[in-house]
């Protein structure tokens, strides 16, 4: 008797297995995840950098960058954009087209950083020369840069600036993205907005500067990392 109820015992046990046998196979096997669909890629937006440079409150010139065109502008003078042709020169127009200026810039190859920026009338005539190196920005209006402007770059957290006779004429104080530009005396004449870490606003103390010329040259040396 013992040994029969042992015989079904063990062929329950058998059924039991299988049936979980049947069980696992009917079982559907797990669906696969979908493959992801690859997403379309977005155009990069185009960067714009606009600088705003004030005197008492008002605007006294904006520049702003849209794509590889820089747009000049300021109280009293016909917008200009100056846009880059290739990475040696740029030329500049009015809003109604007339052309106003050719930039040229050379690095020095032997020296990366030094060179010089060329700003000359639409008839090929130097108006001004920029030559930098590492601790200071020449600038002048002929080509051996005689009686030159000298902006320099040493101090930490601010650009002085000194005349033809090498007379200090005033700073640039500078922090992240906004300064001052002041006076001989410590008068503030100007704030900047997003200026970054650029020494541009020195030329705000050069006189000999029309209004157009300065900010064509701010422009290109902030294209330039100056």
Same mark, same amino acid.
């Given at each position: 008797?013992?040994?029969?109820?042992?015989?079904?015992?063990?062929?329950?046990?058998?059924?039991?297995?299988?049936?979980?046998?049947?069980?696992?196979?009917?079982?559907?096997a797990p669906a696969k995840p979908a493959a992801s669909q690859p997403v379309a890629a977005q155009p990069p937006s185009?960067?714009?950098?606009?600088?705003?440079?004030?005197? @008492?409150?008002?605007?006294? &010139?904006?520049?702003? $960058?849209? /794509?590889?065109?820089?747009?000049?502008?300021?109280? %009293?003078? +016909?917008?200009?954009?100056?846009?880059?042709?290739?990475?040696?020169?740029?030329?500049?127009?009015?809003?109604?087209?007339?052309?106003?200026?050719?930039?040229?810039?050379?690095?020095?190859?032997?020296?990366?950083?030094?060179?010089?920026?060329?700003?000359?009338?639409?008839?090929?005539?130097?108006?001004?020369?920029?030559?930098?190196?590492?601790?200071?920005?020449?600038?002048?209006?002929?080509?051996?840069?005689?009686?030159?402007?000298?902006?320099?770059?040493?101090?930490?957290?601010?650009?002085?600036?000194?005349?033809? @006779?090498?007379?200090?004429? &005033?700073?640039?104080? $500078?922090? /992240?993205?906004?300064?001052?530009?002041?006076?001989? %005396?410590? +008068?503030?004449?100007?704030?900047?907005?997003?200026?970054?870490?650029?020494?541009?606003?020195?030329?705000?103390?050069?006189?000999?500067?029309t209004p157009t010329d300065r900010l064509i040259l701010s422009a290109e040396m902030l294209a330039r990392g100056l």
């Amino acid at each position: 008797m013992k040994n029969q109820t042992a015989y079904i015992g063990y062929g329950l046990a058998l059924l039991s297995l299988a049936a979980s046998s049947a069980g696992c196979k009917s079982r559907p096997a797990p669906a696969k995840p979908a493959a992801s669909q690859p997403v379309a890629a977005q155009p990069p937006s185009a960067v714009a950098t606009t600088v705003l440079i004030r005197a @008492k409150g008002a605007t006294a &010139g904006r520049i702003e $960058r849209q /794509d590889s065109a820089w747009l000049l502008s300021a109280d %009293g003078m +016909e917008s200009i954009t100056c846009q880059s042709h290739d990475a040696r020169k740029s030329r500049c127009r009015t809003a109604s087209g007339a052309a106003v200026a050719e930039l040229k810039f050379n690095r020095d190859d032997a020296s990366p950083e030094e060179g010089a920026i060329k700003l000359v009338s639409p008839d090929g005539k130097l108006r001004w020369k920029l030559r930098f190196s590492r601790e200071k920005i020449k600038l002048s209006n002929n080509e051996e840069n005689r009686e030159s402007w000298t902006i320099s770059l040493k101090h930490e957290g601010k650009v002085k600036v000194e005349n033809p @006779k090498e007379q200090e004429v &005033g700073v640039f104080r $500078r922090s /992240d993205d906004s300064g001052n530009v002041e006076n001989a %005396g410590g +008068e503030t004449l100007f704030t900047l907005e997003g200026a970054g870490r650029s020494a541009f606003p020195a030329l705000l103390l050069v006189p000999d500067l029309t209004p157009t010329d300065r900010l064509i040259l701010s422009a290109e040396m902030l294209a330039r990392g100056l």
